[in-house]
């Protein structure tokens, strides 16, 4: 199967900014960076795959550039409709969308990676998700940690005497229709 030459939307027209909020945090992050991954929602216009029979969507991730606003809250902008919709393989058009925006705020080795997936975009609904202290701290030492930490989106998942150990990080998408 070739591989479609991607092309960006030259006129992307809705943009959803991001703003993410840090409660609580027990220390500061070496980084803060982010992406926006996209992928063909429609796999018919996608041929199966010589041998597995599979179809495998065309996908990209674009970094997404969070500005410091506070020592607790980040802003980005992203485009839903950046990549053209296309026939690439010649079973139709293929049509692009937005999967999820994912921040990874870096600690030592490890990233803690709260994301925002495509319902909550469009619904504009703030997403939290709770970290424990320890997994910070462990990361922060370099001890026992994940590189990537994805964390919960419930804080009762966290044991009962750690529920006061808990951070958030927020994510809301804001549209702003161009």
């Known amino acids: 199967m070739k591989t479609p030459d991607i092309k960006q939307n030259p006129h992307p027209k809705t943009r959803y900014e991001i703003t993410m909020t840090i409660d609580g945090a027990p220390g500061p992050f070496d980084a803060v960076t982010g992406f926006v991954q996209y992928k063909v929602s429609n796999d018919r216009c996608v041929p199966l795959s010589p041998g597995s029979g599979a179809t495998l969507a065309p996908e990209k991730s674009v970094p997404l550039?969070?500005?410091?606003?506070?020592?607790?809250?980040?802003?980005?902008?992203?485009?839903?409709?950046?990549?053209?919709?296309?026939?690439?393989?010649?079973?139709?058009?293929?049509?692009?969308?937005?999967?999820?925006?994912?921040?990874?705020?870096?600690?030592?080795?490890?990233?803690?990676?709260p994301a925002l997936f495509i319902d909550d975009i469009k619904a504009q609904k703030p997403v939290a998700t709770y970290f424990a202290?320890?997994?910070?701290?462990?990361?922060?030492?370099?001890?026992?940690?994940?590189?990537?930490?994805?964390?919960?989106?419930?804080?009762?998942?966290?044991?009962?005497?750690?529920?006061?150990?808990?951070?958030?990080?927020?994510?809301?998408?804001?549209?702003?229709?161009?």
């Open 65 to 113: 550039d969070l500005t410091r606003v506070s020592d607790k809250v980040y802003r980005a902008t992203f485009y839903t409709d950046l990549f053209q919709d296309e026939d690439y393989y010649g079973l139709g058009v293929c049509h692009w969308s937005v999967v999820a925006a994912t921040a990874a705020l870096k600690v030592n080795a490890s990233d803690l990676s």
């Open 133 to 178: 202290d320890g997994e910070y701290l462990d990361a922060r030492k370099g001890k026992d940690s994940f590189p990537t930490i994805t964390g919960s989106l419930k804080r009762s998942d966290y044991q009962p005497e750690s529920r006061t150990d808990i951070f958030s990080i927020t994510l809301v998408a804001k549209e702003d229709v161009q």
